[in-house]
């Protein structure tokens, strides 16, 4: 079966560095993108990585690892703004996504 | 930027009615709506994937007669969800991609709550 695996909820204070990791097992590849919902509303996109390596986007970045089947999302300078959940979603080999079910972040003051 | 309209935003109805929501791109053209359901704490889950012009694509285990699509322009695509029960109440969300290709990101509307009693 395909699989995503992301965090349910992480914790991290203002200003800080926080990681949410995504690992996945899918039929096929075809990218993996990142998304931010807030509570109550519908996802944003963030971004977006077909090739290995790291997309810098500001004060957020990505990396994906094809071989590992693994990516994480690198937020810095969290603001409380931050706070929400942060989805990872696989596009396989039909061009399907296939979506994780979302890491819950918390900031903290 | 791509801009995906839903609406309304918010629904209350009773057991036993109807209710469509709308999904519109404002600023291009949609060949192909995705539409989801998303329960508390949970995973989107694409219910089924909007045609114009021709039949919607349900993925398995959604009811094609309980959940209407129709997406009659290139702009335009419509859920109904008829004979509401309790257990419909979510939140819906439609989303299209503004690129030619099969991988340019989704736009999501920003969904709507529909709340069955």
């Known amino acids: 079966g395909q699989n995503i695996d992301q965090p349910t909820e992480m914790t991290a204070t203002e200003g800080a560095i926080v990681q949410i990791n995504c690992t996945y097992q899918?039929?096929?590849?075809?990218?993996l993108f990142w998304y931010q919902q807030h509570a109550g509303e519908a996802p944003t996109f963030l971004s977006y990585?077909?090739l290995d390596g790291l997309e810098e986007k500001g004060r957020f970045s990505s990396f994906l690892s094809r071989s590992k089947g693994y990516s994480y999302l690198l937020l810095k300078e969290l603001q409380m703004k931050d706070s929400a959940s942060y989805l990872c979603?696989?596009?396989?080999?039909?061009?399907?996504?296939?979506w994780g079910a979302g890491t819950k972040l918390i900031i903290k003051p | 930027g791509a801009v995906v309209s839903q609406h309304p935003s918010r629904v209350i109805c009773k057991s036993g009615t109807s209710v469509k929501i709308e999904c519109r791109s404002l600023?291009?053209?949609?060949?192909?709506m995705f539409w989801y359901r998303q329960f508390p704490k949970k995973s989107l889950m694409l219910m089924a994937t909007s045609n114009e012009g021709s039949k919607a694509t349900y993925e398995q285990g959604v009811e094609k007669d309980k959940f209407l699509i129709n997406h009659a322009s290139l702009t335009l695509s419509t859920l109904t969800v008829t004979s509401t029960h309790p257990e419909d109440s979510s939140f819906y969300i439609c989303?299209?991609?503004?690129?030619?290709?099969?991988?340019?990101?989704?736009?999501f509307g920003n969904g709507t709550r529909l709340t069955v009693t």
């Open positions: 979603a696989v596009t396989d080999s039909n061009y399907q996504l296939i």
């Open positions: 600023d291009f053209q949609a060949t192909t």
């Open positions: 899918t039929s096929g590849f075809n990218g």
């Open positions: 990585n077909v």
């Open positions: 989303s299209a991609r503004d690129g030619g290709w099969d991988n340019s990101p989704l736009h």
